[in-house]
């Protein structure tokens, strides 16, 4: 489970800000313990505040990390293709990036510093035993390995100054490395695509189609359960299919198949293409109609497209990264994804959601330790703040949030000003 990320010089981000998902009400069921840690984990997290205040570009930072330990080895070859504050002395300065998890109940601490020219430093820690050890660590050129991690030598030989150690560290067998980079790149994404180039972007329609293609039933049980983390059973279908009834669309089963078309190449040589066709059976009165997915209204299609990513992250138990959760859902299954992943019975791996949004609704479904503010301070640069620690002062956990929120109780909120409006209008001298 993710347990904090930390992120500074990126997009309209100057100074660190700390998005952190431990608990500050440890006795609510949906809390997660974690012995070795101390602390309980919190499985759902949103991120409120006025239009261009760097909501997304939080969830944007997580997602660029993601993308980088897995790209970089590829594609880093000229530039690092990171995005530093535009104004101040951002261009001046290194991007950095720290993120904290646990694994199997061990702590690890990942760290980077770069810009568009070169990684200037990188570090993997774990914590057996709550001491901190190093499992690599390099500055400059300089690369230093936990004894006994002979094995991860080779990293040195493919290392460049342009390239992050952690992607070419996890591709050698060494459990250490290979499973917190696995846990990392489990990360998924959906919303708006990121800004950056080779990013990745979850919730395509394909990402849901293969929960519901027919596969033989190895009797796997239904949510709770998740035993098995390979390819969806005939039970991963019938969830897939549950969920999407949940939203009470009037559908009743989806419909795949293939179609082979013809086309022409580049060189004039005919050939043939597969492409998978997906229709949502309708129910209506005795009759079940197949309609094509294009023909859904737009509200259909982003559940669909949800079904795939969320059960994903419920059988895996990794974070879900939702930017403008209200632009995409009705607040009825805002509430209703909210309430997957607090349930202990749903979400028995500890999966975690992370979103933004403007729906003020939605705060009286979440918890006052579950909302982070954003504002924009007079420089242009965003600031990320607990609501439970809200300006210094304890927020009561009893406190109504959306009246409080709405009434400008913790700030984060658009300051409207019609005089200039007015002006242009002629309306006022």
Same mark, same amino acid.
């Given at each position: ?58 969830? %944007? ?127 998924? %994404? ?240």
């Amino acid at each position: 489970m993710l347990i904090r990320f930390e992120v500074a010089n990126f997009r309209s981000v100057l100074d660190p800000v700390e998005l952190s998902m431990v608990a500050v009400d440890r006795d609510r069921v949906e809390a997660r313990p974690v012995p070795n840690l101390g602390e309980s984990l919190l499985p759902v997290v949103a991120i409120f505040g006025p239009n261009a205040s760097g909501k997304s570009n939080v969830i %944007a930072a997580l997602t660029w990390l993601r993308s980088a330990v897995q790209l970089s080895l590829r594609y880093w070859d000229d530039e690092i293709p990171v995005e530093p504050f535009a104004f101040a002395d951002g261009g001046d300065r290194p991007s950095e990036f720290t993120i904290e998890s646990v694994i199997s109940g061990v702590r690890f601490e990942y760290v980077v510093e770069l810009d568009r020219q070169a990684v200037h430093y990188e570090a993997l820690f774990h914590y057996p035993e709550k001491k901190r050890r190093r499992i690599f660590e390099r500055e400059g050129g300089e690369f230093k390995l936990q004894r006994g991690l002979g094995n991860l030598s080779g990293t040195r030989e493919l290392l460049t100054s342009r390239t992050l150690a952690l992607s070419i560290a996890r591709r050698f067998d060494e459990p250490l490395v290979s499973d917190f980079a696995r846990d990392l790149l489990a990360i998924q %994404a959906i919303g708006p695509k990121p800004r950056i180039k080779y990013s990745l972007h979850s919730g395509s329609p394909n990402s849901t189609i293969r929960w519901f293609e027919e596969t033989s039933d190895r009797g796997q049980p239904p949510l709770p359960g998740f035993e098995d983390l390979g390819a969806p059973s005939q039970a991963d279908r019938a969830q897939a299919l549950a969920l999407l009834r949940l939203a009470d669309l009037g559908i009743d089963d989806v419909m795949i198949d293939r179609r082979e078309l013809s086309y022409s190449g580049a060189d004039e040589m005919p050939g043939t293409l597969t492409q998978r066709r997906v229709r949502l059976v309708h129910r209506a009165a005795d009759e079940r109609v197949p309609l094509e997915f294009a023909a859904e209204s737009e509200g259909t299609r982003t559940w669909f497209r949800l079904i795939g990513p969320v059960l994903d992250a419920l059988k895996a138990g990794s974070p879900l990264l939702f930017d403008e959760l209200d632009a995409s859902l009705h607040p009825t299954l805002s509430m209703q994804l909210i309430r997957l992943f607090h349930d202990p019975a749903t979400n028995p791996r500890g999966a975690q959601l992370i979103f933004t949004s403007h729906d003020t609704s939605l705060l009286n479904h979440l918890n006052r330790d579950e909302v982070w503010l954003t504002e924009k301070t007079e420089d242009g640069a965003t600031r990320l703040g607990a609501l439970a620690e809200f300006a210094g002062e304890r927020v009561r956990r009893s406190q109504n949030l959306e009246k409080a929120y709405l009434h400008g109780r913790f700030g984060a909120l658009p300051e409207v000003d019609r005089t200039e409006f007015l002006r242009a209008l002629g309306l006022i001298g």
